[in-house]
């Protein structure tokens, strides 16, 4: 299977499909995958939990890759991500991208960055506006 289509599978085996099962196919046991959460890598465990929790808030949940480029063991990608929320019938459209080393099939690191400000704003987590809001100097609290 090539990087892309190993990517692909992750996202409609774990996300779209919600397979928790999944996860171990795709990464590797000791990997780690930075810019999802504050604190640090998130672990297979750690995805095991966190898909759950962000499927919860969406529905009809799809990834586009936008575009990518395929580098000896690395991938990077843009994608989008389309949904509609749990409650709510307004579309979700949020972007981000995905660097990730590929060794023996799995996924042995990952570098994210994801637009997770516009997704809250249109799950309606987050007012409208939120980072001009946090720009001017507003607490959102």
């Known amino acids: 299977m090539g990087k892309l289509d190993l990517l692909r599978e992750w996202y409609r085996r774990v996300w779209i499909e919600a397979d928790p099962g999944a996860i171990d196919e795709y990464f590797a046991p000791r990997a780690g995958a930075d810019g999802l959460m504050p604190d640090g890598q998130v672990s297979a465990e750690d995805f095991r939990a966190l898909v759950p929790a962000l ?53 042995v690191e990952a570098y994210n960055a994801f637009d997770f400000i516009s997704f809250f704003e249109q799950a309606g987590l987050l007012p409208q506006d939120a980072f001009l809001l946090l720009l001017s100097g507003e607490r959102l609290a």
């Open 55 to 107: 499927l919860s808030l969406v529905r009809n949940l799809g990834i586009d890759i936008v575009r990518h480029i395929e580098t000896e063991d690395w991938l990077w990608a843009q994608i989008t991500v389309h949904a509609l929320p749990a409650q709510g019938v307004t579309p979700i459209s949020a972007g981000g991208q995905i660097m990730m080393r590929i060794e023996g099939g799995k996924i």
